[in-house]
């Protein structure tokens, strides 16, 4: 076709057309967009239907634990991350993951102190914990290393003189965003022979796309550890036990020693959470409300994110991210016998180079993640473990790197029409 021979005459009448035509290209590559967060309000951080008066009360109770500001006088540090649980499980509510507005910073400052705050932590940027891959003689590390010490601050013990870390070698960091806690006693309730019968189920399918698993199972008793993006955690008291002295630097029943016994930083008496008649552990207060929070509820159907569902299935990301499994017998009868809409097998994953953030917690080698769960998607900011993103196009990009069991997958997502990857992204913010 000769334009010349056309233009004269036709050009006029297309122009609108023409303008598609030559803006086509640019759509073909960048038609799906994710449109971000669901506007309106969150649809997560309420206790879980059915619960009991006495369960309601400690759904209570354990929120507002949850919620509490540590200072030093409560057991904070002498290293530490954050103040609070909920500060880092921020977004949407209490319980949920990374904010828009990290809070980092400024409780690098807090009361006095003079924290250096290192680069990777900004006002802007996802919530941070940081494990350094390598201890400095070279052998494998994985722990995380707390950001900030007590020393400064006008509530510490004025002779406590501690260093941060020294935090310049920056290839030999690794970062973590905190996981959502929503619906979490339903996580804890799916019986490990459900989870071993679904990661056997449909076989060939997953043969054929290259896609294995296997679970991150507990050294001792081995039954399936669940928790964490590497799936490196039993049970949520257990979490919670060590969250509280590895983040907030409190110790408790379950983590009893000070992560730095630097005696001039010592206060009070260890552990420093403890039971008392009548009343509970801060532990168990955390642990009780991550049990009782509901899941995350789901936007109303329509038929683009029913078309999404569909294209979700057939291009094969619901054999990793498996859309529901059953609940056993749990003490609660909220939680016993429910289905779980979590979109995961709870198993670990081979996910390729781009992904692999050299650090091994149990079975779970550099490269392999526990799938993770996408209920409570429509309300996210910051996605895959170390929030490298807030793109639900490029989460999924990121999935295929040499070495992923995700690849032949995301081959079918690329195939897909323009129209159809859109349905899926919509599909996936109605989580
Ligand atoms: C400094 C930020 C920070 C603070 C403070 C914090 N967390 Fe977390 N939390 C994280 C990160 C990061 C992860 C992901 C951990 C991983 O897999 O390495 C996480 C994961 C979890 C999980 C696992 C959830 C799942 O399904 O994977 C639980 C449970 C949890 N935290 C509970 C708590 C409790 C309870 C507290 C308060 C005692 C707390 N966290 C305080 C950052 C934080
Ligand atoms: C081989 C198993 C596997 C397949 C197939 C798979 N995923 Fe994933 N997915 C994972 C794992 C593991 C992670 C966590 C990776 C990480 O954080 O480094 C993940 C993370 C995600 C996240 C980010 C969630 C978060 O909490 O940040 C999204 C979104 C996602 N997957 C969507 C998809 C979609 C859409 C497909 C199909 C096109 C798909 N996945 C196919 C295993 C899989």
Known sequence: MKLTSIAPCRLPGNLPGLLALLTLPAMMLHAQTDPGPRPGPPLSGQPIRGLSPAELQMFAQGRATFTEVDNVVDGLGPRFNLDSCAGCHAAPQAGGSSAAFNPEPAVALKNGASNKIPPFIQPNGPTLAVRFKQAPNGTPDGG??????????????????????????????????????????????????????????????????????????????????????????????????????????????????ERDDTPSCQTGTEPEDVAAPGTPADIEAFAAFMRFLAPPQPAPPNPTVAAGQSLFISTGCALCHTPTLQTGDALSPALRNQTAALYSDLAIHHMGQALNDGITQGQAVGDEFRTAPLWGLGDRIFLLHDGRTTNLVQAIQFHDSPGSEAHQVVGNYQNLTAAQKQELIQFLRSL
């Open 144 to 257: 995380v290393h707390n950001l900030w010490v007590i020393s400064g601050r006008s509530d510490a013990p004025a002779g406590c003189q501690i260093a941060q870390p020294d935090f310049s070698n920056l290839a030999n960091l690794s970062f973590r965003i905190p996981t959502p806690t929503f619906g979490l006693g339903l996580i804890e309730a799916i019986p490990d022979a459900v989870l071993r019968a679904n990661l056997a189920a449909n076989a060939s399918q997953k043969n054929s796309l290259g896609i294995q698993g296997s679970f991150n199972t507990s050294a001792n008793d081995g039954t399936i550890a669940r928790f964490g993006w590497k799936a490196q955690n039993k049970s949520l008291l257990m979490f919670a036990g060590e969250a509280y002295n590895v983040e907030i630097g409190v110790t408790n029943e379950l983590f009893p020693n």
